[in-house]
């Protein structure tokens, strides 16, 4: 079983930045970590992965402001967001996808004021 567990998040004005940090702990393989968000009265959709050997996918909403990375040797993923914008308001969730399944984390509240 993997925890995950996110930290990070907060209130920040539209051009700032924030990282977020999620550690993994429990039964790890081989995986993809990332991110997903949630804002309300939407889906959740996907912000970015990478995978252990550190391919990455990011939504396009994301690209040029948002950038992964990992730390294998921590499990531990980060998501630099530069440049923030109103509309990145959501919770933000950390997300590992191995051959176990996916993993999610509680969740936390990222808010950009205009």
């Known amino acids: 079983q993997v925890q995950l567990v996110e930290s990070g998040g907060g209130l920040v004005q539209a051009g700032g930045s924030l990282r977020l940090s999620c550690a993994a702990s429990?039964?790890?393989?081989?995986?993809?970590m990332g991110w997903y968000r949630q804002a309300p009265g939407k889906q959740r959709e996907l912000v970015a992965t990478?995978?252990?050997?550190?391919?990455?996918n990011y939504a396009d909403s994301v690209k040029g402001r948002f950038t992964i990375s990992r730390d294998n040797a921590k499990n531990t993923v980060y998501l630099q967001m530069n440049s923030l914008k109103p509309e990145d308001t959501a919770v933000y969730y950390c997300?590992?996808?191995?051959?176990?399944?996916?993993?999610w984390g509680q969740g936390t509240q990222v808010t950009v004021s205009s």
């Open positions: 429990g039964t790890i393989f081989s995986d993809v």
């Open positions: 990478m995978s252990t050997g550190g391919s990455t």
């Open positions: 997300t590992l996808t191995s051959i176990m399944g996916r993993s």
